[in-house]
């Protein structure tokens, strides 16, 4: 499996679209700090960027790979090799080079601009893992879409639905669940309901870390009850954790049963 993500992890580094990819953090880094010349509001600008942007670009990335690489990946299956080892590896090597494009094109900016002696580093290192977090769960979903549908046109279609379900449609629903059912006690559903979605619940997370959730008004004084306690922390850790290990578990099942 490690061969199999080191070379994975490498064929993407090759690729023009990582630099890109690496080359937009970069320049979108450098752009807030100048614009903004505080860092704690360069924070808050870049979660609205990174809330949507991330399991977009992993989304995308994911189905790409897979399809592009399909004929490689049914040579690797006539060797002596276990199913699992091969997709797992693909995924790693894919989810891996897109966080570590996310860290250093935001990193290095934010650096060089005297992160380390500013107080808005924690904020910041919340920002990164939530985007990490989110690209493990979306190129892993990503992965099962294109595991799931042969045809590349199918794939990608569903790929993008999933993306704008989880972050936009979903909200949508949300707020209208919670519009008609005003009249009852809705906490524990807000909660449930902002668990159940890792884009609100990474959004969730990072405004609250900022402490500006008086911004959200009733609701926010709910969630920082909850989430902002560290057994809420643990909580929504254990939550995006499960986002991401159940669809890996779906990979290893599904590859498994797959007829190639």
């Known amino acids: 499996m490690l061969k199999i993500l080191k070379y994975s992890f490498y064929d993407l580094m090759r690729s023009r679209w990582s630099y890109v990819y690496f080359a937009f953090y970069l ?15 360069a924070v808050i600008t870049l979660m609205n960027v ?3 942007l991330v399991p977009l670009i992993g989304t995308i990335f994911g189905v790409m790979y897979y399809y592009n690489s399909k004929e490689f990946t049914e040579l690797l299956l006539a060797q002596p090799l276990k199913r699992s080892s091969i997709f797992l ?5 894919v989810a891996l080079s897109l966080s570590m494009s996310l860290i250093l094109g935001l990193g290095i900016p934010f650096v060089f601009y005297g ?6 580093i924690w904020d910041f290192s919340l920002l990164l893992i939530t985007g990490a977090f989110l690209t493990l769960i979306f190129t892993a979903l990503a ?6 549908n042969e045809n590349k046109i199918k794939g990608f279609g569903y790929a993008i639905l999933l993306w704008l379900f989880l972050a936009v449609i979903y909200d949508g629903l949300f707020l209208m669940t919670l519009i008609m059912f005003e009249d009852y006690p809705l906490d524990k559903l807000s909660l449930v309901g902002t668990m159940l979605n890792p884009i609100d619940l990474s959004r969730t997370l990072i405004l609250l870390k ?10 926010g004084a709910v969630f920082k009850q909850f989430f902002g306690t560290n ?10 954790t499960a ?4 669809p890996v578990l779906r990979i290893i099942f599904k590859s498994k049963k797959k007829d190639f």
């Open 115 to 120: 992160l380390f002696e500013s107080s808005a």
């Open 243 to 246: 986002w991401v290990v159940f």
């Open 231 to 240: 057994f809420g922390l643990i909580i929504s850790t254990i939550m995006l």
């Open 27 to 41: 320049m979108l880094g450098i752009v807030l700090l100048f614009l903004n010349n505080d860092l704690s509001k």
């Open 89 to 93: 590896g693909q995924y790693l090597g």
């Open 50 to 52: 990174i809330i949507v």
């Open 143 to 148: 992965f099962n879409i294109a595991l799931s």
């Open 210 to 219: 900022l402490d500006i959730s008086a911004l959200l008004g009733y609701t």
